[in-house]
């Protein structure tokens, strides 16, 4: 069965730090790939895709995110994070026959 | 201003009290999906549609219905509810071109006593 799945529940980053959040996924053929971020009390806001071509795609907000096909990961990157980046991020993605998956998420907390 | 918007955001009902949850987006999309968000669960999809009079069930379907007699509406609705459908709702809308772009409603957050 097509899955995504983020390996971290939870991670906590100090301020300024850099911030790598894992996403792997499994189907048969390579999906379109997104992360999504979710503010409390708020739905989700695409933060970037991706659809095919380069493999580093850059997204809102300072993100961005590296294809590796070879280990059907997308991970998503931010080289210094901010407090405001306190969220929940989900990582999905859709087959061309529109199945779309979503990970459980991964919580992040800033610490000052 | 582009958006999608469910009603209610927070219901508290009792075990078999039939309610609708509905959805509206002004942007012309195409698609539209309902979600619902357990934690450690992530986000599974109820049903969605790909047009009007076009609805298919996502991954959990079961204890919900939905329609879509209008492009911009997709009202989810639960016949009988039962505690276990206690969980944060999510519409969301995109063009059928911009598979998985999706535009997300604020939630609906249902409690079932």
């Known amino acids: 069965a097509q899955s995504v799945t983020q390996p971290d529940i939870h991670i906590t980053v100090s301020e300024g730090a850099s911030l790598e959040l894992r996403c792997n996924y499994s189907?048969?053929?390579?999906?379109?790939l997104f992360w999504y971020v979710q503010s409390p009390g708020q739905g989700l806001q695409l933060l970037l895709k991706?659809?095919?071509?380069?493999?580093l795609v850059q997204g809102i907000k300072g993100f961005e995110a590296e294809f590796k096909r070879s280990q059907s990961s997308f991970n998503l990157r931010k080289p210094s994070v901010h407090w405001s980046d306190a969220a929940e991020y989900f990582c999905?993605?859709?087959?061309?026959?529109?199945?779309?998956?979503f990970g459980a998420g991964t919580r992040l907390t800033v610490k000052p | 201003e582009a958006q999608v918007t469910q009603n209610p955001r927070y219901l508290i009902t009792v075990t078999g009290k039939k309610l609708t949850v509905t959805c509206s987006q002004n942007m012309n999309h195409e698609y539209m999906s309902w979600y619902r968000q357990d934690p450690g669960l992530g986000l599974r999809q109820i049903y969605y549609?790909?047009?009007?009079?076009?609805?298919d069930k996502g991954d959990v379907p079961e204890g919900y219905k939905v329609s879509r007699k209008e492009k911009r509406n997709f009202p989810l609705i639960l016949e009988s509810p039962s505690p276990n459908q206690t969980s944060l709702y999510f519409c969301?809308?995109?063009?059928?071109?911009?598979?998985?772009?999706?535009?997300f409603g604020e939630g609906s957050r249902l409690t079932v006593l």
């Open positions: 999905a993605a859709v087959s061309i026959n529109n199945d779309m998956r």
């Open positions: 549609s790909m047009n009007v009079e076009v609805t």
């Open positions: 189907y048969g053929a390579t999906p379109y």
């Open positions: 991706y659809f095919s071509g380069d493999t």
């Open positions: 969301a809308s995109s063009y059928v071109t911009d598979a998985g772009e999706l535009f």
